[in-house]
């Protein structure tokens, strides 16, 4: 074919162990809900920058570093970790990524997260504690996409590949990763149920 492929933008999805992740994701929802129920602070944050829903981004963004059980779940997803920059062919020269932020996002119902990326980051990701199915997914946009000023729309069956914005669905117990300079969001949770995540970034020192 003399059509050539560049500049692909990877996303990595995966479940992030065989066994165990009932229990750890049961001990994370506990923690989750016990820290929105402690954080007057992180609640008042919440209500300015995430009207309806809970996030610990403002004020306890050391999950990591501050439990044990969030330090399980570092631990579970450096494997992953590994994995996804060797398909993004980074040099790290003898060095490795650390993880410097972890934070809990509560979503209930009708609760969105407008577009945003994470700057300042290498590798940015989530991981799913409660997905009930049909809640929101998380959606990616085109990093091109404010450059294509005269472009047609694309067709409604053109390959994932090819789209403006790619939906990666929610499911407990899956960790996604994604490059931090990817522009993401999550619509408005459409259930009654509460979709819980766990958010991080990782940088290279």
């Given at each position: 074919m003399p059509i050539e492929r560049l500049?692909?933008?990877p996303v990595y999805a995966a479940t992030l162990a065989r066994r165990g992740v009932g229990e750890l994701n049961a001990q994370l929802l506990r923690e989750c809900r016990q820290l929105?129920?402690?954080?007057?602070?992180?609640?008042?944050?919440?209500?300015?920058n995430y009207p309806g829903g809970y996030t610990s981004y403002g004020t306890a963004n050391k999950m990591h570093r501050a439990s044990p059980t969030f330090g399980r779940l570092e631990t579970l997803?450096?494997?992953?970790l590994g994995t996804f920059l060797r398909a993004l062919q980074?040099?790290?020269?003898g060095r490795r990524l650390e993880m410097t932020d972890c934070w809990v996002?509560?979503?209930?119902?009708?609760?969105?997260?407008?577009?945003?990326?994470?700057?300042?980051?290498?590798?940015?990701?989530?991981?799913?504690?409660?997905?009930?199915?049909g809640c929101a997914a998380l959606k990616f946009e085109d990093p091109r996409l404010e450059r294509m000023m005269a472009a047609p729309p694309r067709r409604a069956r053109a390959p994932r590949a090819q789209r403006?914005?790619?939906?990666?669905?929610a499911r407990a117990g899956q960790v996604v990763l994604f490059e931090s300079w990817l522009r993401h969001e999550v619509p408005a949770n459409p259930l009654r149920s509460e979709r819980v995540s766990?958010?991080?970034?990782?940088?290279?020192?």
């Open positions: 500049f692909a933008t929105r129920a402690d954080d007057p602070a992180g609640r008042r944050w919440s209500a300015a997803l450096r494997p992953h980074f040099d790290l020269a996002n509560l979503m209930p119902h009708r609760v969105a997260h407008g577009s945003h990326l994470h700057p300042l980051s290498t590798i940015s990701g989530t991981y799913y504690v409660q997905a009930p199915a403006p914005w790619v939906s990666v669905p766990v958010s991080f970034n990782y940088a290279w020192f």
